[in-house]
């Protein structure tokens, strides 16, 4: 008889809980209600240590509320990356209770508010990103891909900046995810120029981007759509990988990684190229070289192949780096790259000249020797001169361009040519 009794009162404990749970719940959404998004999440966290005892239908309510109050707090960029990233888990957790319990009560909302989480993720990763803070732009893009798997391209990004942030580790990780799952990212890009700032906006490359483009055209937001062919980027991963290895000293894993990547795709010349830049940085120098005449044999008339190779070859052979950008405009010669590195592969001579100019004194023997290396900086100039004007002349709003044309033009002192591109930017 006694045990029955304490049966009964642990019965009665947990009713008890749940009922102190569903008024902490009731008192969060008022919080929140009345602008408190803080006081809700405070509540809310003192009640999550019984949240084992809540039903199906009261954790759903909880993370749903959660999820809001940590919504708001973001929205006040308040802790707006930690305060994002766990309002996606909580919104996850909202599908996850539900779907287990058949239920659906929060589950549309909670899609929804995914999905404008997820797109404030995106955003403040961007900010970040322009602000340099690259280890938190990579958390919020992995925060991204996490609620939605099926865009890898967050996935990708994130790995990006993790790079940019040298934290190598947390980009390993993510470049060998993007592996297992066999991304390329090919595809085609999705552009339109923005009617409130006049720039051109990329969207990404899936169907939705192409669809959300298209209505904000469509709604007269954005102007001048356009599609570009977005090329493997295969290659770049694993040669990504490969890299990371060669820091962390693991050579022969590195090596084994690529030659693994191009037995599953053969016809992947970039993954070639990888490989090939991998022995370069190796100064395995008749390795490299095979490899590269194994591309050139399979394409011979790719200039992208030859751009490709020249900024690969630019590292070291300015001389072959020269005859592969040139080969490229043979093939294409409307290649704006190409012409810009041509131009940026003569100029880097300048900084040389430069160094031993400042060194010299004011004798009769340091003047003539400043006139020689004045004359040779000149000559440097005009053999840059050509590609940089072409270049100009091929994305004329390219202000890098512009402005290294200019600062040309004036070391040359063509002062009327200094003066119509002035003229041409609105200087």
């Given amino acids: 008889m006694k045990s029955k009794y304490v049966i009964l009162a642990s019965a009665f404990l947990i009713s008890v809980s749940s009922f102190a749970q ?3 719940i009731k008192a969060a959404e008022k919080a929140l209600k009345n602008g408190n998004a803080a006081e809700a999440v405070t509540i809310l966290n003192q009640a999550e240590s019984a949240l ?3 039903s199906d239908a009261e954790k759903a309510q909880y993370f749903a509320v959660k999820g809001k109050a940590l919504s708001d707090l973001a929205s006040k960029k308040i802790d707006a990356t930690k305060n994002l990233a766990a309002a996606a888990k909580a919104y996850q957790e909202v599908i996850t ?3 287990v319990a058949g239920k659906s009560k929060y589950t549309v909302e909670a899609q929804t508010a ?3 989480v997820k797109n404030q993720l995106i955003n403040k990763a961007i900010e970040e990103g322009t602000n340099k803070n ?26 990006t900046y993790a790079v940019n942030g040298q934290d190598y580790d947390t980009a390993l990780a993510y470049y060998e995810e993007l592996k297992r799952l066999n991304y390329s990212g090919e595809g085609t890009g999705y552009y339109a120029k923005n009617i409130v700032s006049d720039q ?6 899936t169907v939705a981007a192409k669809t959300d483009r298209d209505t904000k055209v469509r709604l007269k937001l954005y102007s001048n759509p356009r599609d570009e062919k977005v090329p493997s980027r295969k290659g770049e991963i694993y040669q990504k990988i490969a890299l990371i290895l060669v820091q962390k000293d693991r050579t022969d894993d590195a090596k084994k990684a690529l030659t693994e990547a191009r037995k599953e795709n053969p016809d992947d010349m970039s993954l070639t190229l990888a490989e090939a830049n991998l022995y370069l940085k190796l100064n395995d120098f008749v390795t490299y070289k095979k490899l590269i005449s194994e591309v050139l044999e399979k394409n011979p008339n790719d200039p992208d192949l030859y751009y490709n190779m020249g900024v690969i070859a630019s590292k070291t052979d300015a001389v072959g780096a020269e005859t592969y950008y040139k080969k490229a405009i043979d093939l294409k010669p409307d290649y704006v790259n190409a012409y810009l590195n041509l131009s940026i592969l003569k100029l880097e001579g300048e900084k040389k000249l430069i ?7 004011t004798s009769e023997k340091d ?7 004045k004359k040779q900086r000149q000559e440097v100039f005009i053999s840059a001169l050509p590609y940089l004007e072409k270049a100009n002349e091929l994305a004329p709003k390219n202000e890098d361009v512009a402005n290294t044309l200019l600062n040309v033009y004036g070391a040359l002192e063509m002062v009327d040519k200094k003066k119509a591109l002035k003229a041409k930017m609105g200087k």
Avoid: C, P, R, W
Wanted: proline share 0%.
């Fill in 114 to 116: 995914i999905t404008d």
């Fill in 22 to 24: 569903k008024d902490q």
């Fill in 355 to 361: 160094d031993e100019m400042n060194k010299l004194g």
């Fill in 200 to 205: 051109e906006e990329f969207f990404g490359i």
């Fill in 134 to 159: 690259y280890k938190a732009a990579a958390d919020l893009l992995h925060s991204a891909y996490e609620l939605d798997k099926t865009d890898v391209e967050k996935l990708y990004y994130a790995a």
């Fill in 97 to 99: 209770v539900e779907k």
């Fill in 367 to 373: 003047n003539k020797k400043y006139e020689i290396l």
């Fill in 52 to 54: 084992s005892n809540a």
